[in-house]
């Protein structure tokens, strides 16, 4: 029996030491549409979901907050959000975005690493292939003539 104590003591130390490592944040913007959405993450979930509102909520999980830089911003054109792990945690950090924007909102992520759900889609989405490294590449746009 007294194993067994020592196990759930264990176990519950070990869940509360994972509650106290992960913070939930929730940033909100009030916008004047249209704007833009930036957001600039690294090793990150993020889900893009447009709603009626002239609003954008962030609901943002990180985990291990501490080794984190997070800097944001909101100016007349847009909300701009940056979330980038400090040197050499990388890739033992993780981090999820929820992000609700307007309908009208132009959004641009810049991810490393990163993965991205949208929804509420209506419509055509056209991604350019990715190189060998799995980054999309950027088409030029075509010029006419003159």
Not at 11 to 31: G, H, I, P, W
């Amino acid at each position: 029996m007294e194993k067994l104590d020592t196990l759930w003591k264990l176990v519950n130390a070990a869940s509360t030491m994972r509650d106290l490592a992960v913070e939930n944040k929730t940033y909100q913007f009030q916008v004047e549409p249209p704007t833009t959405f930036y957001l600039h993450a690294d090793y990150a979930d993020v889900t893009i979901n447009r709603r009626d509102e002239t609003q954008i909520t962030v609901k943002a999980r990180f985990q291990a907050s501490f080794g984190w830089r997070i800097k944001t911003d909101q100016d007349a054109d847009g909300v701009y959000i940056v979330a980038v792990p400090r040197a050499d945690l990388g890739r033992v950090l993780s981090a999820s975005f929820e992000v609700f924007v307007p309908q009208d909102t132009y959004l641009l992520l810049k991810l490393k690493d990163g993965k991205c759900t949208l929804g509420s889609i209506n419509g055509v989405i056209e991604i350019p292939p990715t190189d060998s490294t799995g980054t999309i590449r950027v088409r030029e746009s075509r010029k006419k003539s003159t």
